[in-house]
């Protein structure tokens, strides 16, 4: 059963696009994030594609907000010596995006 605060959310279009596209089984999103003094740089991440092949406009407060509502959960990962952000839906997530699909029925 889907938590009572899940509905409560309020996400922009974009927001819940993206969470969308996130949670399908065939997305793999990872960032590799270059670390200077305070800043994080992300280094050409300015869109992406979704299954229909529509290219689709990423801004990374997106992610950030996704984050920030524990939709999301981020967990370092190391490919050949270099690390790397793997973002995956959390429970949470998952149960807010049922919640949505069941309210358009």
């Known amino acids: 059963m889907p938590n009572q605060n899940v509905k409560s959310k309020k996400l ?20 590799c ?5 305070t ?7 300015y869109n992406y594609i979704d299954d229909k092949g529509s ?11 996704l984050l920030d509502e524990e939709l999301v ?4 990962t190391t490919h050949f010596g270099i690390k790397w952000m793997r973002y995956t839906v959390t429970a949470s997530g ?11 029925i």
């Open 55 to 65: 290219r689709l406009k990423f801004d990374i407060r997106t992610l950030i907000r």
């Open 73 to 76: 959960i981020g967990e370092f």
């Open 12 to 31: 922009s279009n974009e927001q819940l696009r993206f969470l969308v596209w996130l949670s399908k089984k065939t997305t793999n999103f990872e960032i």
């Open 94 to 104: 998952n149960a807010f995006i049922y919640s949505l699909n069941n309210s358009k």
């Open 39 to 45: 800043d994080i740089i992300y280094n050409g991440l």
């Open 33 to 37: 994030q270059e670390q200077q003094m």
